[in-house]
């Protein structure tokens, strides 16, 4: 038997909403570098226009790419204030190789890569309205003046935080993409700086926006980074040049135990983000090869 119903106002929306959501779920996705903190974007994005006048909205696809985009916001925000670990952990156990005798390293993160999640990474290291403008007028073509109204500012400063992005993630492809030897030198330089203590060359290897997050916290900027991976040199002394999750990075072994891990993302021949795991549950999440 056919259903001849009239569908209701409300079924009629959610129809329009579900043609909606795919789109909706790439932009938070990007944004949030979470599937799951996406699916909780969009959900919060339908509850937004059901409770709003729908009827009254003229570009509906425009409309909620907004709504998305500022629910991602408020959750990039409230996340870097409690410096939460933004990408999702793989699940499973440390697994660690030890490749440093015989494999090409180059080979195992040109496996370990992918375009995606390379480009996550780089965003983390972006401010919240940073990453937004990015996101939405360089992946999504949304106009600098709706980019600006989202994150409170003018056209002109949205386009100068997009600018700024941009710069960035083009930076890290340049290094991230091209030639692992060249991450491997610089992380080689830091791990001999903080065994000596050395502030200054430590310094010199720090993007000036670098960001060190860790179950601890976040540090922002070169000298405050610095003068924490001074206070890193007794683990310094027992840390092993690594593939982390297949990023370039350093595993800390104590008692034969890995004990914690730095994962490291690039701009130029700088450290853009060092992402520091010492919580034993999460450090067992790492798959870690030895290079």
């Known amino acids: 038997m056919s259903d001849n119903r009239i569908p209701s106002d409300n079924e009629l929306l959610a129809r329009r909403f579900e043609a909606h959501r795919p789109h909706l779920r790439a932009v938070a996705y990007r ?8 699916d909780d974007a969009v959900q919060e994005t339908w509850f937004r226009l059901s409770r709003s006048d729908a009827g009254a909205v003229e570009n509906l696809g425009g409309w909620l790419t907004t709504v998305v985009g500022r629910v991602c916001l408020d959750m990039l925000r409230s996340r870097r204030s409690r410096a939460e670990e933004p990408l999702e952990p793989l699940a499973g156990h440390a697994r660690v190789t030890d490749v440093s005798g015989g494999a090409d390293p180059e080979q195992h993160a040109v496996l370990a890569d992918s375009v995606g999640v390379a480009l996550l990474v780089v965003l983390e290291t972006l401010t919240p309205a940073e990453r937004l403008a990015f996101v939405l007028h360089d992946l999504f ?8 109204e989202i994150v409170g500012r003018s056209p002109v400063a949205a386009r100068q935080l997009a600018s700024r992005a941009r710069r960035r ?7 991230g993409d091209g030639d692992p030897e060249r991450r491997r030198a610089v992380v080689d330089a830091f791990l001999a700086a903080a065994r000596e203590g050395d502030f200054e060359a430590l310094v010199a290897l720090l993007d000036p926006d670098v960001v060190a997050r860790s179950d601890a916290g976040v540090n922002t900027g070169a000298m405050a980074v610095a003068k924490g991976a001074s206070s890193f040199r007794h683990f310094a002394a027992v840390a092993r040049p690594a593939l982390v999750d297949g ?32 919580a034993p549950e999460r450090v067992a999440e790492r798959e870690v090869t030895l290079v």
């Open 169 to 175: 993630v083009q930076g890290a492809d340049r290094v």
């Open 247 to 278: 990023a370039t990075g350093l595993a800390v072994f104590v008692d034969g135990r890995l004990d914690r891990t730095l994962a490291f993302t690039f701009v130029g021949d700088k450290i853009a983000a060092i992402d520091i795991v010492t």
């Open 141 to 148: 073509a949304v106009p600098y003046e709706e980019v600006g």
């Open 31 to 38: 944004m949030l570098g979470s599937a799951a903190e996406a």
